[in-house]
């Protein structure tokens, strides 16, 4: 059962939790490429047999779609609670939105590295993660369309000032090492502020 | 021989001269990543025999290497001519090297997508490649700094900044279409907007 927005906490630091032979799959994935591992590397890693392996996971691919799976779970549910906990304000909605994902791509910056390597999924294996992706993009979209109506945002173009959003936090997986200096909430609260200005926000907005 | 700034004009469409077996390589591994493509496929694609492929290149490592130096090559000259034809202001340095930057990645989106395949490079090809995505972060550093000191920007994490204007615009590799509704100069315009308000200028500055 997928919860339901209203029960979510979406500020919670929630721990990846991965199998074994996810957790490796991930760092082969990253380190080598999904065609540059094999799954008798992956499953030398793991330290099981390839069979062991092919009981838990039909094949590499399955594994892959596992991994991406694992990447993007609960982001939109724990999306669509920040939003909803916003009120009607769109300048909270959006607030809320970006520190979200934010907190979502610091809590496993590694798996959401791996986004791009969706293309070597078949058309099936494909469908349900770029779901996903659409439907948060849609969610942000929204958001942006109602500031932009009621005249909060400056965005002239919301399909663009969408796609610069997700863009500039999605490149956050690129860099960033949960040890390093700058934690979670610091992180959120500087692309909240980058965010704001995107769409159009002055700095001075009297936020509730 | 490198051009100097002064002689480039950094606004004029630069097509992508690539030899036949790098048009074909570029294409490769982005439809099946370094690892997924073979010297043997790649040799069959650009209609040739190993032998003539090795003749050209010393190793699939040699050809990745000489695929990311296209989709990079020009853009720190071209990207200090943009600033260096800005003059003094800062609003007008970031305006420039933003849409310089803006029309490379779109004169060549698909090359640029390819950056995060460097992590297959060994250490002696990576060098390179990362020296010049380095020098061109320093650039971008240094543009916001000098505004930050200048009191025209609003960014209390110079480091921030940068990576979210990098990271936003890299982005724009993942989905953009030169042959869509969008072409580089609108692009351009789009996120010189978004990059001034990541910077802190207010919408209503008066541009030079």
């Given at each position: 059962m997928t919860a339901t927005p209203d029960s979510i906490d979406w500020r919670e630091q929630r721990p990846v939790e991965l199998t074994e032979i996810l957790r490796h799959a991930c760092d082969c994935f990253y380190e080598n490429g999904f065609h540059g591992t094999s799954v008798r590397d992956l499953a030398s890693r793991v330290g099981v047999t390839v069979p062991a392996l092919y009981y838990h996971h039909a094949n590499k691919e399955a594994i892959l779609a596992a991994v991406l799976a694992a990447g993007i779970a609960d982001l939109l549910p724990y999306s669509q609670a920040a939003v909803a906990d916003a009120g009607d304000d769109p300048v909270a909605q959006l607030t809320h939105l970006v520190e979200c994902i934010v907190r979502h791509v610091a809590s496993r910056s590694r798996l959401v590295a791996?986004?791009?390597?969706?293309?070597?999924?078949g058309p099936e294996a494909r469908a349900p993660y770029l779901e996903k992706r659409r439907a948060l993009a849609e969610l942000m979209r929204s958001v942006i369309q109602r500031g932009a109506d009621q005249g909060v945002f400056v965005a002239d173009d919301v399909t663009e000032t969408t796609r610069a959003l997700l863009g500039m936090l999605q490149a956050i997986a690129r860099w960033y090492d949960v040890?390093?200096?700058?934690?979670p909430a610091d992180l959120a609260a500087r692309y909240v502020g980058f965010s704001l200005a995107i769409a159009g926000v002055p700095r001075s907005y009297d936020r509730k």
């Amino acid at each position: 059962m997928t919860a339901t927005p209203d029960s979510i906490d979406w500020r919670e630091q929630r721990p990846v939790e991965l199998t074994e032979i996810l957790r490796h799959a991930c760092d082969c994935f990253y380190e080598n490429g999904f065609h540059g591992t094999s799954v008798r590397d992956l499953a030398s890693r793991v330290g099981v047999t390839v069979p062991a392996l092919y009981y838990h996971h039909a094949n590499k691919e399955a594994i892959l779609a596992a991994v991406l799976a694992a990447g993007i779970a609960d982001l939109l549910p724990y999306s669509q609670a920040a939003v909803a906990d916003a009120g009607d304000d769109p300048v909270a909605q959006l607030t809320h939105l970006v520190e979200c994902i934010v907190r979502h791509v610091a809590s496993r910056s590694r798996l959401v590295a791996l986004d791009a390597e969706y293309r070597y999924l078949g058309p099936e294996a494909r469908a349900p993660y770029l779901e996903k992706r659409r439907a948060l993009a849609e969610l942000m979209r929204s958001v942006i369309q109602r500031g932009a109506d009621q005249g909060v945002f400056v965005a002239d173009d919301v399909t663009e000032t969408t796609r610069a959003l997700l863009g500039m936090l999605q490149a956050i997986a690129r860099w960033y090492d949960v040890t390093g200096p700058l934690g979670p909430a610091d992180l959120a609260a500087r692309y909240v502020g980058f965010s704001l200005a995107i769409a159009g926000v002055p700095r001075s907005y009297d936020r509730k």
